[in-house]
């Protein structure tokens, strides 16, 4: 392992300029010639990868986003396009890959090795916190503080106004960003993708809390829920509870930006570390994630296929403090 590349792909997630800074910064530690890709597979196939030292990473830890750029490569879904990212690859001696990113990211690393035999390495950037195989995800954590900041500020509002508001968070396929942003905003609901609450259970709660007096309310929606999303699940309570004043926000992709937190920060850094270190011992088609707090390896194949279910000890959480 004399030349490694790193690059980032998919959604965007804070704290992934601090793990392209520990994966530069580690491979120069381990005297290995490290490069960057820039916009993911995409910039593979166009041959758009640079050299990288140690100064090409100074002051990014605190910064969102990427410096490397992401995009989501339609090419790189073809045998066509992986060809022409592995000649790119070849043509700069690169002899292993470090994906920051998703399940998508990693998909296309596992065909690729299958196909042209690259290694890659990868490290869990999502703010969805989905990935089997980590507890955390880099990115989770500022997603969560960055919705819980809006959650706290619209409940200002919404008690002022006596309002009934459904705000909705990120997470088509994972309720991790909603159960914990309603947990610590004081929700009095939450709907995620891995529960079932009906709007009949929603109409309910809003009824028994008029007659315990509440004025206001806070519902998260997580935009995958199987009700529809927070405007869908607004508009059938209303079509019920004419008289309640409702209103609708939807956080969008602020819960993408942002400086990263102190966990995201450190996930990151330990996990860039981990990957470099990985591809020299040999491994392939991993992800380097942090379970119980120490550094694990879990293969593509099961970070891809196997699902990570949300601890029913929150969900309980939620339906208790919502009383």
């Known amino acids: 392992m004399k030349r490694i590349a790193v690059f980032t792909s998919g959604g965007d997630s804070p704290g992934m300029n601090a793990c392209i800074r520990a994966v530069v910064r580690g491979s120069i ?18 041959g758009q990868i640079q050299a990288m030292n140690s100064h090409s990473v100074s002051n990014i830890v605190q910064k969102g986003g990427t410096i490397l750029k992401s995009a989501r490569s339609q090419e790189f879904m073809t045998p066509e396009g992986r060809k022409k990212a592995f000649q790119q690859l070849k043509n700069f001696d690169i002899d292993g890959l470090v ?28 703010i969805d916190n989905d990935l089997y195989g980590t507890d955390y995800t880099i990115g989770y954590d500022t997603a969560v503080n960055t919705a819980l900041e809006a959650i706290d500020k619209i409940r200002d509002t919404a008690d002022s106004h006596n309002r ?94 942002g400086s990263p937190t102190a966990r995201d920060r450190i996930i990151a850094s330990r996990t860039g570390i981990a990957a470099v270190e990985a591809l020299i011992k040999g491994h392939k088609n991993v992800m380097a994630g942090v379970v119980n707090d120490e550094i694990v390896f879990t293969p593509f194949a099961d970070t891809i296929t196997k699902h990570k279910p949300i601890s029913n000890d929150l969900i309980r959480l939620v339906n208790i403090l919502s009383i």
Do not use: W
């Open 29 to 46: 530690y381990h005297k290995i010639e490290v490069y960057g890709i820039k916009r993911g597979y995409e910039g593979m196939i166009d």
């Open 164 to 257: 009934v508001f459904f705000i909705e968070v990120m997470g088509r396929d994972s309720g991790y960003i909603a159960i914990q942003s309603g947990i610590g905003g004081g929700a009095e609901i939450v709907m995620v993708p891995e529960t079932d609450t009906s709007i009949e259970t929603v109409i309910n709660t809003l009824s028994k809390g008029k007659l315990q007096h509440k004025t206001s309310a806070i519902i998260i929606v997580a935009e995958g829920d199987e009700e529809g999303n927070a405007t869908e699940v607004a508009a059938k309570v209303k079509s019920h509870l004419s008289d309640l004043d409702i209103k609708v926000t939807i956080l969008g992709h602020i819960q993408r930006g």
């Open 99 to 126: 994906a920051i990113g998703g399940n998508g990211t990693f998909t296309g690393a596992k065909l690729f090795y299958e196909e042209f035999g690259i290694p890659t390495v990868g490290c869990p950037g999502t």
